[in-house]
């Protein structure tokens, strides 16, 4: 069956510290994939994209990894900061329908000052 | 830029009554979806738009949901009859469509937080 996981319990971290927020996927053939930010109430925030050919992506403080071997992403935030509380969701853009684009369930971060 | 304009932001409706949702997509957007997000969970893809034609409906439940986008510009979403299980907030979203990978990055509303008693 087709699945996209995240970490499936709440992350707390201490500030300062780096974030590593997981996406594993299986039996999907992804063209991109994409990291959001959502806060309460509010529809998802485009963060990071990066494409199957590309092992690493960087923005300011976030890093984003793909291993298409491994199925997997990693979302990196360092110098981590209280308003970086949130939910991360990942979504794949899939090959095999154009802009097809599937969500995880998502990660709660919390960072405590 | 005003962004994806959703509304209404809140409904309470009982079980069994119609519910509308309208979506206004950034200008100049081609592609247009809906989405239904539970508490806990990612955003589930009810029904993609290009311009004004359905392109994937294959989530949508067809007995009770309907949606339109009659001009390719901005859509409706409705529900009939609403179902206790139909509670969950609907969002809508838009990109730029056509080429590249900045295609496929979609810009969210606030979305429109259903309740049926």
């Known amino acids: 069956s087709q699945k996209i996981e995240q970490n499936s319990e709440a992350l707390n971290i201490q500030e300062g510290k780096t974030a590593t927020l997981t996406c594993n996927y299986t039996n999907y053939s992804p063209a991109y994939l994409q990291w959001y930010r959502q806060d309460p109430g509010r529809g998802p925030v485009f963060l990071l994209l990066i494409r199957e050919n590309e092992k690493e992506k960087r923005k300011e403080r976030l890093k984003v990894t793909f291993d298409t071997t491994l199925k997997q992403s990693l979302f990196h935030i360092t110098a981590s900061q209280p308003a970086d509380s949130a939910t991360y969701l990942c979504a794949l853009v899939l090959y095999s329908s154009a802009s097809k684009i599937i969500f995880g369930s998502g990660t709660r971060l919390s960072i405590r000052p | ?117």
């Open chain 2, 1 to 117: 830029e005003a962004g994806v304009v959703q509304s209404p932001r809140y409904k309470i409706i009982e079980k069994k009554q119609p519910v509308a949702f309208w979506c206004n997509p950034i200008s100049g957007h081609n592609t247009l979806y809906w989405y239904l997000q539970n508490l806990g969970q990612g955003p589930e893809l009810l029904i993609r738009y290009e311009n004004e034609e359905a392109v994937d409906d294959s989530q949508l439940p067809k007995d009770r949901f309907s949606a339109e986008r009659l001009k390719g510009v901005d859509s409706t979403l409705k529900i009939q009859p609403a179902e206790l299980g139909d509670s969950a907030v609907y969002l809508c979203a838009s990109s730029p469509g056509g080429q590249g990978s900045g295609a496929n990055v979609l810009t969210f509303g606030a979305g429109s937080r259903l309740t049926v008693l």
